[in-house]
């Protein structure tokens, strides 16, 4: 992904298709969709932690109120589920739109599971319909309200920490929400790519860490300072995650000779 939503939890997560960007659709945030994350509170969070027994550090470490940034590491399409379990406070995460349109029965029940754990339907697209997602994102920080997202772009499919984009990091120094890095551990055995339900068998770690307050390092309009936010949010992440480092960004091989020399060249990915 090229845009700040590539930072996101694409529940998207597979999130999806991975390298896409999405937009915001016209879906129901979860803010006015009470009654089914309380379910998912109340009910659904509770018998996860039961049945898949994931072992949590550092739930002190996330503020009690105002606008966080959760940024984790991405191995699985569990992860976006593994977070709002996990966190003491209610997340929120932008997952695809295809997820809440379905028909009947089934459909339903797909609907009220993701809504229950604070996903927020989104459509693939880009340029404004990017940006549209990013406001939703930010509106929802403006609020004092949680979102979750993964600087990486997409999932890893060998284990390894790539590089962060910026969005995440523009983002946080946009509404001076704090960063809190997040390290999963284990989920992609939990749940392998491919696989229709979780394993029973594996039990993953979640690991929060102590905010961070990027500001530090300057305006969200200088690159410098999107990109030391950056980096400093993916040691975060590494030193929770401990996992070895790509060195790269994790991208599809170019097609062409245009998207190689564009690959090629340093700019900076979002």
């Known amino acids: 992904m ?15 298709s991975e390298d896409s960007t999405e937009a915001a659709s ?19 969070a509770p018998l996860a932690r ?53 028909k009947g029965f089934a459909g339903t029940l797909k609907r ?4 229950s754990i604070g996903a927020i339907p989104v459509r693939r697209g880009a340029g404004q319909a990017a940006l549209d997602a990013l406001d939703q994102q930010r509106q929802l920080l403006d609020e004092g309200l949680t979102v979750a997202l993964y600087p ?5 499919t060998d284990g390894r920490l790539y590089k962060g984009r910026t969005g995440v990091a523009f983002l946080a120094l946009q509404t001076g929400a704090p960063v809190v890095p997040v390290g999963l551990i284990g989920t992609d055995k939990v749940m392998p790519k491919g696989a229709k339900i979780p394993s029973m068998k594996e039990r993953a770690t979640v690991r929060f860490g102590k905010p961070i307050d990027v500001s530090v390092h300057g305006p969200a309009t200088s690159g410098r300072a999107r990109r ?3 980096d400093e949010i993916m040691a975060g ?8 480092l790509a060195g790269v960004y ?15 060249l340093p700019h900076e990915r979002r």
Do not use: W
């Open 228 to 230: 030391l936010a950056t």
């Open 250 to 264: 994790n991208e599809p091989p170019a097609q062409g000779a245009i998207e190689k020399i564009k690959q090629a």
């Open 237 to 244: 992440i590494h030193a929770l995650s401990g996992q070895q």
């Open 50 to 102: 039961l049945i898949y027994r994931p072992k949590v550090e550092g739930r002190e470490n996330v503020p009690t109120d105002g606008p966080v940034i959760f940024a984790s590491n991405h191995l699985s399409f569990i992860d976006s589920i593994a977070i709002p379990v996990a966190a003491p406070r209610r997340v929120h995460f932008l997952a695809k739109s295809s997820y809440f349109e379905g």
């Open 2 to 16: 090229t845009s700040a939503l590539s930072d996101t939890p694409e529940s998207t997560p597979e999130a999806g």
């Open 112 to 115: 009220t599971f993701f809504t």
């Open 26 to 44: 016209s879906g129901a945030s979860p803010r006015h969709a009470g009654a089914a994350y309380a379910l998912g509170r109340a009910i659904i």
């Open 152 to 156: 990486e772009g997409t999932r890893s």
